[in-house]
């Protein structure tokens, strides 16, 4: 197989197991496709301005042994695709714990958890201000969890704190193999950046923590973040509306 086309096979092979299972009888996820899109395009509408800056930017960027070459705004294709294939099947492994938890866990400790995110955010803001991706990351992950929190007081916390905690597994995953081939090489805590090789997506270190899991910048961990909750956000209101 072509090097070129690891970008797009990771993309791939995160989005065709929840499309496929989409259209099971007990969890029809397609019928929520309607919420599903706006929410998506929502998201795409903050994390693809951001990304195309920060490219531009040199905060990241992207190996050209890896990708097609086929570019819109400086991103490449396969990066406008992971804006659709990993928020669908972050939004299906969200829905499954809907499904099969009725009874929504963490309901009480979800504020405390959402304040403790926050706290970390805050400091991170405060402590990292030169440092472009965690600044961001942190920003944005902050904002989100405060409207949910505070102002819209959203009764669907304990469900995404808990979806993103299982989430964690597959995205350190799929992220150690865009952020370095061979992630599973590294140290879980990995304090040299500096020896992370065969990234498809690679990262200017000097924007960020410095701290990796495996080859996964710990950024990364709110940057994720960030992008599911605003995804879910406006998911869960198109939903309401539906009904």
Not at 5 to 12: K, R
Not at 122 to 135: C, E, K, L, P, Q
Request: aromatic share 22%; net charge neutral.
């Amino acid at each position: 197989m072509s090097t070129h086309l690891y970008y797009l096979l990771v993309d791939a092979l995160c989005f065709v197991f929840p499309f496929l299972l989409s259209f099971q009888k007990i969890m029809p996820f397609y019928k929520n496709w309607k919420a599903l899109l706006p929410a998506t395009i929502t998201m795409m509408m903050v994390f693809i301005p951001w990304d195309a800056y920060f490219t531009a930017n040199s905060i990241w960027g992207f190996n050209s042994n890896y990708i097609l070459g086929v570019k819109l705004l400086q991103l490449p294709i396969e990066e406008w695709l992971f804006f659709i294939c990993i928020p669908y099947a972050c939004v299906f492994s969200y829905e499954c714990v809907r499904y099969f938890l009725p009874e929504q866990p963490l309901k009480t400790a979800s504020f405390f958890i959402s304040i403790f995110y926050m706290v970390v955010t805050i400091a991170f803001m405060i402590v990292f201000f030169g440092h472009w991706y965690t600044f961001s990351a942190s920003l944005a992950a902050f904002i989100l969890l405060a409207l949910n929190t505070f102002v819209w007081k959203s009764n669907y916390m304990g469900y995404f704190h808990l979806s993103w905690l299982i989430l964690l597994i597959p995205f350190f995953l799929s992220n150690g193999v865009l952020t370095g081939l061979n992630f599973f090489q590294y140290p879980l805590v990995n304090l040299r950046p500096e020896t992370v090789s065969d990234m498809i997506v690679w990262y200017n270190d000097s924007h960020n923590l410095g701290i990796r899991i495996w080859s996964v910048p710990l950024d990364d961990f709110f940057y994720g973040m960030a992008m599911l909750l605003l995804t879910i956000t406006v998911y869960e209101r198109m939903l309401k509306r539906a009904h």
